[in-house]
């Protein structure tokens, strides 16, 4: 499975440390994986269990293991049929179930089907609601010889202590613009040469997403950008009091709930950057957030971050991308500095 960092080479380092940790016997029976949304996380992950359900997996001497590719185990994980490897995350609720742990609990302690190992993966490890946090506890507590757990997490979404202290971590890094922006660029010059994204709109789908660059290509090739400049250019006149609430506020329900939070927070993070004498990340919201941060305390700015961890935790309950716009715009419109009497 090199193929995993010949594709994406910012994956290299962690990989390196689990073909280690498996030649050395040493793999921890349950990894977190942490990184920013839209580095390749699932995709280290898959990486992962293919090589660990390998049978005559290469590369012993070296350290630098791979799976093999030609065994029973690897041709069923290839048509993506291994009994022995399952995926757990988030479904309608946006969230990870009690009932899907106790699926993969009962998952753990059976034999393996076809092979020697089994394989669980958390998709949103930080997406377990607390019951299924709780469940999950008593799996980690009890771990099993041929059972590897993987969670992944995105950067800045929580997890139980209980849970953290019981997992190693390793954290994936976002690459370097130059880096992220080849891999984008190779990417594209796959698409029919029609439907390819212009430079500028990659340029822009990069700033966006971090240097994240899965996301840059979502990004790039859906809608989220148009929807994204409008939510921007409506957040910007209400700030000024140029529209209501209601206008600024429906142009955030087209985004969802997920992407107006995670917009939102952005903003908030920006803000507290540029108030410590930092650059924004979103330089297209830079003129207005720098003009809040020279009156804006510190404080403001991380009480803004935690309304938009309050919004993500009523998420759980469907709460709507409207209702939750509309708080977080008022809270952000009584930043504006008042006017002075004439």
């Known amino acids: 499975m ?120 958390i998709d949103r490890g930080d997406q377990l609601n607390i019951n299924a946090a709780n469940a999950l506890l008593k799996t980690l507590e009890e771990p099993q010889p041929d059972v590897t757990l993987i969670l992944l997490q995105e950067s800045g979404r929580p997890l139980l202590p209980t849970i953290r202290s019981r997992c190693q971590t390793l954290t994936i890094p976002v690459p370097g613009n130059a880096e992220a922006n080849q891999w984008l660029v190779n990417q594209v010059g796959q698409m029919p040469e029609g439907e390819r994204p212009a430079a500028d709109a990659l340029a822009k789908a990069l700033m966006l997403a971090g240097n994240a660059p899965r996301l840059a290509l979502e990004y790039a090739t859906g809608d989220f950008i148009g929807l994204r400049d409008e939510a921007l250019e409506r957040f910007k006149e209400f700030m000024k009091s140029r529209i209501p609430l209601g206008e600024a506020a429906r142009a955030f329900k087209a985004m969802g709930l997920e992407d107006t939070l995670w917009l939102f927070e952005t903003w908030a993070a920006d803000l507290a950057r540029m108030i410590a004498g930092g650059t924004a990340k979103d330089t297209d919201s830079a003129d207005m957030i720098g003009f809040l941060s020279r009156t804006t305390p510190a404080w403001r700015a991380h009480e803004l971050l935690e309304m938009v961890r309050d919004a993500r935790a009523a998420g759980v309950y469907n709460a709507s991308p409207e209702l939750e716009a509309s708080r977080l715009l008022m809270a952000w419109q009584a930043l504006m500095p008042a006017k002075r009497s004439a």
């Open 2 to 121: 090199t193929d995993i960092v010949q594709d994406m080479p910012w994956l290299a380092r962690a990989w390196q440390t689990v073909q280690n940790r498996v030649a050395e016997d040493r793999l921890p029976h349950a990894l977190i994986v942490s990184g920013e949304r839209g580095i390749g996380k699932r995709a280290w992950a898959d990486a992962v269990a293919g090589l660990l359900v390998c049978e005559r997996p290469s590369g012993q001497e070296s350290g630098n293991l791979v799976a093999c590719g030609r065994c029973k185990q690897c041709e069923l994980y290839g048509a993506a049929s291994h009994p022995d490897v399952r995926v757990y995350g988030p479904e309608k609720s946006r969230m990870v179930k009690v009932d899907q742990v106790r699926a993969l609990s009962a998952f753990a302690v059976a034999s393996p089907q076809v092979g020697h190992h089994k394989v669980a993966i």
